[in-house]
């Protein structure tokens, strides 16, 4: 049986991890960048995607909550993205969830 949907801030939750899209096992290169300065962003590229959300490895450490500018050129996106949770992963590496503020199409299908 499957866990029941619940609403958490307003965002439909179905998975027992709070997801409600399956992740695709997808290498996306992107850039990270922090607000006011968006120009000094990370290059790095996606573990996992979802049509909402990515995971990516960063150098630095990003708070939960943070918003941040996700900028992918091929994939011809450029939107904002909040971050879920920062776990260390290895020194100066960390895994960061990414909530998308829009939909990602190509993301959202499996090759």
């Given at each position: 049986?499957?866990?029941?949907?619940?609403?958490?801030d307003?965002?439909?939750r179905?998975?027992s991890n709070?997801?409600?899209?399956?992740?695709i096992?997808r290498?996306?290169?992107?850039?990270v960048?922090?607000?006011p300065?968006p120009k000094?962003?990370?290059r790095t590229?996606?573990?996992?995607?979802?049509?909402h959300?990515?995971?990516v490895?960063?150098?630095?450490?990003?708070?939960?909550?943070?918003l941040?500018?996700i900028?992918?050129?091929?994939d011809g996106?450029?939107?904002?993205?909040?971050?879920v949770?920062?776990q260390k992963?290895s020194p100066?590496?960390y895994?960061?969830?990414l909530e998308?503020t829009?939909?990602?199409?190509?993301?959202?299908k499996?090759y």
């Amino acid at each position: 049986m499957l866990p029941r949907a619940r609403k958490l801030d307003g965002i439909r939750r179905d998975m027992s991890n709070g997801r409600s899209e399956k992740r695709i096992a997808r290498t996306v290169s992107l850039k990270v960048s922090v607000p006011p300065e968006p120009k000094l962003g990370e290059r790095t590229s996606t573990e996992n995607v979802s049509a909402h959300g990515a995971r990516v490895l960063v150098e630095q450490r990003l708070q939960p909550g943070q918003l941040v500018l996700i900028d992918s050129p091929a994939d011809g996106l450029r939107l904002q993205a909040r971050i879920v949770y920062c776990q260390k992963v290895s020194p100066g590496k960390y895994a960061v969830g990414l909530e998308l503020t829009g939909r990602v199409e190509p993301w959202a299908k499996a090759y």
